[in-house]
């Protein structure tokens, strides 16, 4: 798990909003994983969740980078 110092002004965070929309078993949720996880294994059916989205799923990621701290919100939509 990734550790970064927050400083004591929130607003320094950027916060972007991503969302994957599409047909169920397209692999919105594996894409997901690879990155929370960096995992990828074209045999199994990797999930976030453990269950099929039902209805949307939220997770979050904070990523350091140019001196700057920015949270990634990544919203898993059940596909339909």
Same mark, same amino acid.
């Given at each position: 798990?990734? /550790? $970064?110092?927050?400083?004591?002004? *929130? #607003?320094?965070?950027?916060?972007? !909003?991503? +969302?994957?929309?599409?047909?169920?078993?397209?692999?919105?949720? /594996? $894409?997901?994983?690879?990155?929370? *996880? #960096?995992?990828?294994?074209?045999? !199994?059916? +990797?999930?976030?969740?453990?269950?099929?989205?039902?209805?949307?799923?939220?997770?979050?990621?904070?990523?350091?980078?140019?001196?700057?701290?920015?949270?990634?919100?990544?919203?898993?939509?059940?596909?339909?």
């Amino acid at each position: 798990s990734d /550790s $970064i110092s927050f400083s004591s002004n *929130r #607003n320094s965070i950027q916060k972007f !909003k991503i +969302v994957l929309v599409g047909d169920q078993n397209v692999g919105k949720s /594996s $894409i997901i994983a690879r990155y929370i *996880r #960096n995992e990828f294994d074209p045999t !199994k059916n +990797v999930k976030i969740f453990e269950l099929a989205t039902i209805g949307i799923d939220f997770i979050s990621k904070n990523i350091a980078t140019a001196g700057k701290i920015i949270r990634l919100q990544l919203w898993d939509t059940a596909g339909q």
